[in-house]
């Protein structure tokens, strides 16, 4: 079994020596207290290392334990653990689970575990689909969970033992779990936050036209730090004097409080008018916004739109723009909130050239 690694952590296996810090935190009944075993005498502390040990020595290795160590001291202060379920179709399922020695607690060294067990499982292993469960009343777990990524799936009722501070006969339990396209969008959000943008301030903007159409700046937004709102322009999409539609481009990347609204909601929004509809406007007005984007360093814009949205999805193949994925929205963006489950993202790569479009006279 190999070892593998995190910023502060080396996960590696277990070996006899590994007594005395296990058996630290194993014994212990507030350091367990929301855990399904213990706390442990000596024998069922040495049971506990065996059996892991055991585990690697398995080929093929199915329940993959890892013994938490920190990086720079060497000092084991818990464990990890990842346990292959039943597969269907053919695709791999994992539990994963972990336990810190509570003098690491609140240290972010339980995030920093979860998210390299959810690597090894995913990109190591080629799994589908990884779970984890905890105890209702285990906030803090739960939120290790939820800062991973992961989704809560359930909240199951009288499921589970009862923990060592209940007065009840059962405990409920909270299940969360990933999927292998989670994890890939999870990726994909954080290459794009890392994408070059400048903002020092709104761009001018001369009526921009392409001979026919020209963009009319209607508003300038700024950026709203409280709500974590990135900077907006607002423009009208106009002809011979008529305003044909409605055109916005974001700036930057992020934004909304899980850092992500930027990915599902697009720097780019438009509509037009239904009787002006069928004639590229959009398509056309999207270019004429070009320049706006490289003033702001801006080199890739993400488009999104509805699975159902047709009209849309043909905007953005004229434009060149690459179809990334279709993706579940997530239940804390705001498109969940309107009723939206599906959406296509699309990757605009926006020209190179410096030349702006003409100016309208």
Known sequence: ???IESPRLILRKFTTGDFAATHSFASVAENITYCMFGPNDEAATRSFIQTRITNAQANPITNYSFAVTIKESGAMIGSGELH???TFHGAGEAEV????????????LGTELGQRLLEFGFESLGLHRIIARCNADNLASARIMEKIGMRKEAHLQDARPPHKKSTRPFSDELRYAMLKDDWNIQKEIAHYNTLPCEFNG???TPTLTDG?????????KPANPEKKHVPSYSFAICRSGEKVGTLNLRIGYGGGH??????YGG????????????KSYATRACKLLAPIARHHKMQTLLITNNTENHASRRVCEKLGAKLLRMVRIPEHDDLYKTGQRFENIFEWAVENS?????LLS
Do not use: D
């Not at 026919?212 to 300038?220: A, D, G, H, S």
């Not at 899980?258 to 990915?263: D, K, V």
């Not at 410096?354 to 003409?358: D, K, N, Q």
């Open 84 to 86: 292959m379920r039943e």
């Open 1 to 3: 079994m190999q070892t």
């Open 97 to 108: 689970g972990w336990i810190l020695h509570q003098s690491h607690w609140g240290t972010g």
């Open 202 to 204: 709104f761009a001018e």
């Open 267 to 278: 720097h780019i929004g438009y509509e037009i008018q239904e009787p002006y509809r069928g």
């Open 354 to 358: 410096a030349a702006l479009p003409h």
């Open 212 to 220: 026919e159409i020209y963009l009319v700046c209607t508003e300038k």
């Open 258 to 263: 899980h850092n992500s609204s930027l990915y």
